[in-house]
């Protein structure tokens, strides 16, 4: 009996059977948050390809019009939210987690750039007419125009508050954003008839000209 009791100290001493259980739990813990941390990028990348879709699809449609009314305007604006799906675009308050705004840019003949119009999805969102505005690098210059001088863009602004469902490793709310500057399809207002500000998509109007009518149809 004696001799059994002192056994048991000396194999528990040397037993290893525990030892993968051990390192188990101290495992556990890092690779939750490595798949948990894997899910919320997922997720913010998958949102952030959609806001960029956003951004480009509302420049797009708007550059497709020479004029176009309020009615239509907040129409696209508000449609255009649907790319975001199947992520939402409303908070658990019903707050709005997305902005969409779109702006009329205008250079003069330094090629210096300004608002012409703006309308945005929030209340506060549209730029100020008449705004400064520097340019993308991207909107890289003609080389017959190396100052961007006389003309007319689109852009489109898009932004997202993604807040991670899990929350664990990522902590607060990730504004995700996205612009595009796009020319107008049609020019029915340019240095050549009018003089500065011009712009090619007029805002606002009562009545809306797509590209299709003023090429084609010659009915604006």
């Known amino acids: 009996m004696i001799a059994g009791l002192s056994f048991r100290p000396r194999h528990l001493w040397t037993d290893v059977r525990g030892v993968a259980a051990t390192e188990f739990a101290i495992v556990v813990p890092f690779m939750l948050v490595l798949y948990i941390g894997g899910v919320e990028l997922g997720n913010g990348l ?32 508000s449609a255009s939210t649907a790319i ?43 730029r100020l007419v008449g705004q400064a505005m520097t340019l993308s690098s991207f909107t890289a210059p003609d080389p017959k125009n190396p100052t961007n001088a006389n003309i007319s863009l689109v852009l489109s602004e898009v932004s997202y508050d993604y807040t991670p469902n899990l929350g664990y490793t990522i902590s607060g709310t990730v504004k995700l954003t996205d612009s595009y500057y796009l020319f107008p399809r049609c020019s029915t207002n340019s240095p050549s008839n009018s003089s500065f500000p011009y712009y090619d998509v007029k805002y606002p109007t009562t009545t809306t000209c797509t590209c299709i009518q003023h090429l084609q149809q010659k009915t604006c």
Request: no cysteine; net charge neutral; charged share 10%.
């Open 84 to 126: 975001m799906a199947p992520y939402p675009v409303t908070g658990a308050g019903g707050a709005s987690l997305m902005t969409i705004t779109v702006s009329g840019v205008s250079t003069d003949g330094n090629g210096n750039a300004t608002v012409q119009w703006s309308r945005s999805t929030s209340a506060t969102g549209a």
């Open 46 to 77: 998958a949102m952030n390809v959609k806001v960029s879709a956003t951004a480009h699809s509302v420049a797009d449609m708007i550059s497709q019009n020479t004029q176009i009314s309020t009615s239509r305007m907040d129409s696209i604006l």
